[in-house]
């Protein structure tokens, strides 16, 4: 039975021109932590819907959004540097990215704990112990994400999805049980950082003894130049997506920030559904050349828009049930997530940038990066504070639009 699928599956690639076993079976191993993932995501939002007041919600969505800033470059800036090696099988060069981003990482510890000090002298209290204990844990958390870029470029989406059926369930049930007994959004992000830094570590001592086995092969170097460029882009990136809850925070108060958290938060998650395919390409197209990624990748493109546009009908016809039965607390949320979910059309954009980011190209990801970015800051300068919340989505909606039309044209005129 199996040699009749894998036969049917290699026959459809005359079609498709796609490695279809390696896209089913990696999908498949995905869509499983996807789902489970999703099922979490809803269990978590339905329980903080009840248990937490609209305000509440918004410190909390605040404070982890805040506090990711802080770890942003260095993260990506270690998955960029080592991806392109270790999908080629040269897995040593994680330690010399390691080696390469501690120092920064100290810094962000550094820099979070002044900001927690300043809360601390300003009678913020609550927030000022959050920040202090992210600003700890913060240099550990950033090693272990290696482990998960690792893994990832190795294409064993299978261990992945397998560590994330274990991990999400985990932090889920101690995110509740904090909120339920505390009810307090400072005890529930503290309870996120610590629970994450316990299972990532167990992901890097994993990848250690992975490495171990197979031995350190260090034929390519650390892609620092790449690396201190992604990394510093990704700051603004990580701050075009959070813009809107910090000036809905700034601007409209905490209870706005919550309801369009809940606005969008379905739609994030169709888009990583449909996105899912991006992240499987990555190790496919680094093994290739460019020009042969790009002769492929806007068919990629056409596929995932027979993905895209039912999912989005069908979310505009249920958004509302959805709202009713398991939000009724946000039901003031339901037109904005439903203009919101348009935003999915832009979704093939990530495999786009997948094929940038697979070849390293430093200044097609700098225009892919820096120009939507700029584009979604200032539109949400320009909205938030006008028009808040509604303006927040626009914002949104604009900005992943000119962010794809940005990145066809740059695809299509890069060698």
């Excluded at 397998?162 to 509740?176: K, S, V």
Aim: proline share 3%; glycine share 6%; hydrophobic share 50%.
């Amino acid at each position: 039975m199996k040699d009749k699928i894998i036969g049917f599956l290699k026959w459809t690639e005359k079609y498709t021109k796609t490695d279809m076993v390696y896209f089913v079976r990696s999908n498949l191993w995905i869509n499983i932590g996807r789902a489970s993932s999703v099922l979490n995501g809803l269990i978590l939002s339905i329980v903080y819907a009840n248990i937490l007041t609209k305000e509440d919600y918004g410190l909390y969505t605040f404070a982890l959004a805040f506090i990711g800033f802080f770890s942003m470059a260095q993260t990506t800036a270690l998955g960029s540097g080592i991806s392109k090696s270790i999908s080629r099988g040269n897995d040593g060069v994680i330690y010399e990215g390691l080696k390469t981003i501690y120092p920064w990482s100290l810094l962000g510890g550094l820099s979070l704990g002044i900001v927690s000090i300043y809360y601390i002298l300003h009678n913020n209290i609550d927030l000022g112990i959050c920040f202090l204990v992210a600003a700890i844990t913060l240099p550990i958390s950033i090693r272990n994400s290696v482990a998960k870029s690792y893994f990832n470029a190795k294409g064993d989406f299978a261990f992945m999805s397998r560590f994330n059926l274990m991990r999400t369930p985990f932090i889920t049930i101690a995110l509740i049980i904090t909120a339920i007994t505390s009810r307090s959004a400072i005890i529930v992000v503290i309870t996120s950082i610590i629970t994450n830094l316990i299972l990532g570590s167990f992901l890097y001592h994993k990848m250690k003894k992975n490495i171990a086995q197979i031995g350190a092969n260090e034929k390519e170097p650390f892609a620092k130049k790449y690396a201190f460029h992604s990394g510093i882009l990704s700051m603004f990136g990580y701050l075009s997506e959070q813009i809107d809850d910090l000036l809905l925070w700034k601007f409209v108060g905490a209870a706005p920030v919550a309801i369009y958290t809940y606005a969008i938060a379905p739609v994030r998650e169709l888009k990583n559904l449909i996105e899912n395919q991006s992240t499987i390409a990555i190790p496919k197209f680094a093994q290739k050349d460019f020009s042969e990624v790009k002769s492929h990748v806007f068919f990629r493109v056409r596929q995932m828009y027979f993905v895209a546009v039912p999912i989005i009908i069908l979310y505009i016809l249920s958004a509302p049930l959805i709202f009713k039965y398991l939000f009724p607390l946000y039901t003031d949320a339901v037109g904005l997530s439903q203009i919101a979910s348009l935003t999915l059309l832009s979704s093939p954009r990530k495999l786009l940038t997948a094929a940038i980011t697979a070849h390293q190209k430093i200044k097609e990801t700098y225009i892919v990066t820096v120009f939507p970015t700029m584009t979604r800051i200032i539109l949400a300068i320009a909205l938030v504070p006008m028009y808040g919340i509604e303006g927040a989505v626009i914002a949104l909606l604009a900005s992943e639009c000119i962010d794809f039309i940005t990145l066809g044209i740059l695809i299509r005129n890069s060698k």
